[in-house]
């Protein structure tokens, strides 16, 4: 606790040592009494809120924990007065992050009585927010002097990236859907599903001829086509320097954490990666994800090489870079699994139209609009359903 004059408390004491000064000077002894009163009015109110001071007891709750960028999020508090004797009215400040100050009145409180207070936390952006330390200062009626003690500690929010519940690729729909189903056609049938009559264009090697046999037409095997099973997300922390470069960043950091979150809803198995080395896999991805994002930043260091993935089945390599020159995405051309489909997320230039599966992300809805493109139509704002909440989502369809 520390108690001390405000800067009225000093221009006062200073008030009265120059009225003593002047009526000893002049002989003029109303200065005198004027001073003496001035002085007096100080010490009486230094006096006042040192010795009556807030006894109390803070409890601060953070809802929800973990916030999204975007979000709405609260600061509960709960003041219990563990005095004897009635306390004085007083005012709860606490700095939030670092340029915002929220302010409570309390007024003054029986013995062991209680009040809540609350404020909103601000959720702009991502990153780490930090509130704290909670005191309790206490002023004079005049407000001479005030006396400034501590009740809550330093406590950190963490706001995660904005993120979108996507469609992921199926296949045979959307362009990516096309390419990966013809890539599992390519690959070699799967288990054998059914027989089905014979259509012009159809193997014959396909035809099963005992069933044929059996039937006035001939029949053929139908095969199960193996679906999407993993998914790679790559994020490429080098960006130019300058504001065009933090923006472009992040944009991609929502395009990751959107792609990890809805890659792992979908059930497939994902693998979140960045250029400084960070891999992320294992059950519990999608929230380690947006626990990471929410603290990342841009690097100059060397690109981390990529282990390969030794997964089975189709595959997506997903990489978000700022451009096709980015290190991250020349690195792919070395991966010769022919079960994986590169897929380019550019957050500064605009993609080849022709011969390139990539999306254009130099906007928040060409990145939503361009996914689309490739996976499907409509799409999930994940704001509220961040996997470490558990809420419901609410489903917003947009049209480019």
Known sequence: MTTRLTRQGWTVLVGAVLCVVIGRLFGIIELYVIGAALAAAVVLGFAIVLLRRPRVEVHRWIRPSVLTAGDVGRVEVLVQQIGRTRSPGFELVEPV??????????????????????????????????????????????????????????????????????????????????????????????????LRDYVEGDEPRTIHWRASARSEQLKVRQHSVEGLRRCLVLLDQHVPPGPEGEEAFERGVTAAASIVHSADRAGLTTRFVTTDGADLRGPDVAAQTLHLLARIGTSAAPTAPVERDPGEGLGLVVTIAPDQSSAAWSSLGRVTDPTLTAVGVFTLDRPPRRGLLAVDARTEEAFLSGWELLAGVGRLDARTRDPLRRDQSTLVREHA
């Not at 009585?113 to 991502?126: D, F, K």
């Open 97 to 194: 992050g670092v340029d915002r100050t929220a302010r409570m009145a309390v007024a003054p409180l029986s013995p062991d009585s209680e009040v809540s207070a609350g404020y909103r936390i601000p959720t702009e952006r991502r990153g780490v927010l930090s509130l704290g330390p909670l005191t309790a200062i206490r002023h004079d009626v005049v407000g001479l002097a005030r006396s400034t003690t501590v009740v809550g500690g330093i406590e950190e929010v963490l706001v995660s990236p904005r993120a979108y519940l996507l469609d992921m690729p199926s296949l045979g729909q959307g362009v990516l859907g096309r390419h990966l189903l013809a890539l599992a056609q390519r690959l070699g049938p799967g288990d054998f599903h059914s």
